[in-house]
């Protein structure tokens, strides 16, 4: 890995998030900028086995930066779990010349390419797009600013409802890890309550509240859920229903519609700042990185310790909910 880097291949991989495609662009047209040759890969880790490879030029990359979702692709990939699998998509690389990767993607892809990377003459770059925002070492993800305001904006307008009705709607974000889109998209709505996978739920704490408010007349109320949550949005909707029988409950589950979408601003700067920073971390010969936004500088850490690491919600933010949700 000593060599110097003159071909980038670039991939998405996991779960889509808007900014993707953002982060593609600054990749390809930072790569053309040094003279670098930039190879897209269909299809995240698969597309490298099955050699769907094309070669990126700065027009492929043009008109893409405000759409969701990914040009190239993502798909989940069990035969890059094999050493088989991954020597296949070795040779491949070497047919095009390509000796230096870009992984657009989560925790799951920072591991595929930490392994990669240490079988094989590969030095790989991690940048972080993921919905969740539940990968340590960086402020932002690509995808999570977006994601939070889709579920804000679909929370204001079920707030609505709810207060026309003097409802209460239980609702459902992603989130299968990691609480903190229901974490930002609760705090930023006024939902009387949050439920997250890092703390465990206390369902008699959540109905005595909700009696409580229903004693004196406050019958409009969101419980924002995220879908790692131990308990469930459907399960807690029986039990309050049970033990507070007139009160009207409803549960909306908000699903995929969080991935999709153009990314914000905000997402769009930092997929730009971090594909721009991937290629001159190649260039630099600085391989096997993440790399993030701290503090709002660039930040690397080596891959085999941001596998190793989560994002860890702090107890100010739980008590912040605790606080303002009364």
């Not at 600054?26 to 490879?53: C, S």
């Not at 190239?72 to 991954?86: P, S, V």
């Not at 709505?189 to 739920?201: D, Q, Y």
């Not at 908000?254 to 769009?268: A, E, K, V, Y």
Request: glycine letters at 10%.
């Amino acid at each position: 890995m000593e060599s110097k880097v003159t071909k980038i291949g670039v991939l998405t991989s996991g779960g889509d998030a808007p900014g993707m495609n953002a982060a593609i662009r600054a990749v390809v047209r930072t790569g053309i900028y040094h003279n670098l040759e930039v190879y897209g890969i269909m299809r995240g880790y698969m597309g490298m086995i099955d050699n769907d490879i094309f070669k990126m030029e700065s027009k492929t990359v043009a008109n893409i930066i405000q759409r969701g979702g990914t040009i190239l692709k993502t798909a989940r990939c069990k035969e890059f779990y094999t050493i088989e699998g991954r020597k296949k998509a070795y040779e491949n690389l070497k047919e095009f010349g390509i000796d230096g990767l870009v992984v657009i993607g989560g925790d799951g892809s920072f591991r595929g390419a930490q392994i990669f990377s240490h079988e094989f003459d590969i030095p790989c770059i991690g940048l972080p797009g993921t919905i969740d925002k539940d990968i340590a070492g960086t402020d932002f993800t690509i995808g999570f600013d977006t994601a939070v305001n889709t579920a804000v904006d679909a929370i204001d307008k079920v707030r609505d409802t709810a207060d026309a009705h003097d409802r209460l709607f239980i609702i459902e974000v992603m989130g299968r890890d990691s609480g903190y889109i229901a974490l930002h998209s609760g705090v930023a709505t006024g939902a009387e309550n949050i439920l997250i996978p890092e703390r465990k739920t206390d369902v008699e704490s959540v109905v005595k509240a909700l009696e409580e408010k229903h004693g004196r007349k406050k019958l409009v109320n969101i419980i924002v859920v995220a879908e790692g949550e131990s308990f469930g949005a459907v399960e807690l909707a029986k039990v309050i229903t049970e033990r507070i029988p007139d009160q009207e409950v409803r549960v909306t589950i908000l699903g995929h519609i969080q991935r999709g979408g153009s990314p914000t601003c905000f997402d769009r700067l930092i997929a730009s700042r971090m594909g721009y920073a991937a290629v001159e971390c190649l260039i630099a010969g600085k391989f096997n990185v993440f790399v993030g936004i701290l503090n709002n500088k660039m930040h690397y850490i080596p891959l085999d310790q941001a596998i190793k690491q989560k994002q860890k919600i702090s107890e100010d933010w739980m008590k912040i909910v605790k606080i303002l949700s009364s």
